[in-house]
């Protein structure tokens, strides 16, 4: 009998409301009829994987190795296809590589895929084309993105559509482990726990989500008596926590009371995302923290969110003059506090884009600015990104 078989759903949790914030549903029957097929449904990855990076994750923590994270900052459904999955494990194999290289350590590949499928808004509804008011785009496994009321009615019925092509790449990037020999690791962001929660699976004694292999909490739900945390606390899996500027020492206390109560290193990674100017100004209290709790969590730089602009045409764009400050800033202060800074996560495709910008007064070129919300990095900026980290760490 394999280790699968014997997988179990977990007990299901406390019910969360319905129409929760990351989603708002409108139909509560619906979602329940959902999950239920969900936890029916065999896990997307085994626990040992899970547990395997989390020992790697230990390696980078101990200052061992380093780790790159990246990918698209929403999947599309429709982007999904054994062609897509190949460039884009591609893409990140090579900047581990020029970790490896730049660095000589060791360098993980983590993939912002096979989940990224929803996204956290600031505001819950936009303008549509004819001034209209709608539904803000949260994502392929809420809404669609087509600026009209019909696709932007959530449908929970998307979770299963989320669900059968994150299978599909996680087929994907099996195949292209045993012909390329570095492994993609997955990860998304667990923001809705209708989608996670039913995916949660028992094996022996442990509990893990199945529905990747690192999951992280975002900025937003990030609060240690909050519903996110509560729910990734249960689960083996490696987790990670986006830290922004009003993050408080309090706060990371507690996250690493509540998410890593046996200090056991590899458990816990700390995503910095304050912005460029913020950083001298954050991290050193965030750091010590941490360590005064007792804990030895991985470090990582998300130069990406903490900098994001509206060019003069309006659309969201990164200048990599800031990228990149916020990556040597982030370097060097945990230099200087004696702490391993474990690596880089950044929003980034194999495409061609014009998302991001160079410098100031730069506009991003509409032909080629494909983003379904944030601006991405194109192949030459990941690069660029990957060597100011390397330039700084080595």
Known sequence: ????????SAPAPAPAPAAAPE??????????????????????????????????LAEVAAGGAHLIQGGDCAELFAEVSAHTTRRKAAQ?????GLLEDGTGRPALAVGRIAGQFAKPRSQPVESGPLGES????????????APTAEARTPDPGRLLTAYELASDIHRYLAAETESAGRRVWTSHEALLLDYELPLARTLGDQHYGSSGHLLWIGERTRQPDGRHVRALAALANPVAVKLGP????????????????????????????????????VLPGLVRAAADAGARPVWICDPMHGNTERSADGRKTRRM?????EIRSFVRVLRRLGEHPGGVHLELTPDDVTECVAGPGDTPGAARYWTACDPRL???????ATAVFIEEAR
Request: glycine residues 6%.
């Open 378 to 384: 194109n192949p030459a900026q990941a690069r660029f």
């Open 1 to 8: 009998m394999s280790a699968l078989s014997t997988v179990r």
């Open 246 to 281: 009003a993050t408080t020492a309090a706060d990371v206390a507690e996250l690493v009371a509540r998410l890593d109560p046996e200090r056991a290193p590899g458990r816990l990674s700390f995503v910095l995302r304050c912005g460029a100017d913020l950083v001298e100004q």
């Open 134 to 145: 709608l539904p803000v785009y949260r994502g392929d496994a809420v809404n669609g993105f």
């Open 321 to 325: 003059t800031r990228v990149a400050a």
């Open 92 to 96: 990140l194999r090579e900047l581990a």
């Open 23 to 56: 989603a708002g549903w409108p139909s509560p029957q619906a979602v329940t009829e959902v999950s239920a097929r969900l936890r029916a449904l065999p896990p997307l990855v085994a626990l040992g994987d899970c547990l395997e990076l989390r020992r790697r």
